[in-house]
Nanobody, 116 residues
């Protein structure tokens, strides 16, 4: 019943910025965590950033200071503002929702390519 739809991916030059959005539909309430993961070809899927329903955030070391995760609880939407992008940020970015205690949902992924 819960679905996640990502948007905002694309091609950007090194040093540029991009904002990803993920809108969740369905009955979502109570404690939950929304997160962004990414996966580049040949790599494992890795956590980029996460934010709880009460606003607690967590970032991977490689993106801390450059990326900002935020959410709009009224819209059940999570955002990832990506600044100072590097080629190594290129990946498919996936939105994840965890409705506590154990229900996990994934979006389809959106491609981010950082290249000159």
């Amino acid at each position: 019943q819960v679905q996640l739809v990502e948007s905002g991916g694309g091609l950007v030059q090194p040093g540029g910025s991009l904002r990803l959005s993920c809108a969740a539909s369905g009955s979502i309430s109570g404690g939950n965590v929304m997160a962004w993961y990414r996966q580049a070809p040949g790599n494992q899927r890795e956590l980029v950033a996460a934010v709880t329903s009460v606003g607690t955030t967590n970032y991977a070391d490689d993106v801390a200071g450059r990326f900002t995760i935020s959410r709009d609880n009224a819209k059940n939407t999570v955002y990832l503002q990506m600044n100072s992008l590097k080629p190594e940020d290129s990946a498919v970015y996936f939105c994840q929702l965890v409705v506590l205690p154990q229900d996990v949902y994934w979006g389809q992924g959106t491609q981010v390519t950082v290249s000159s």
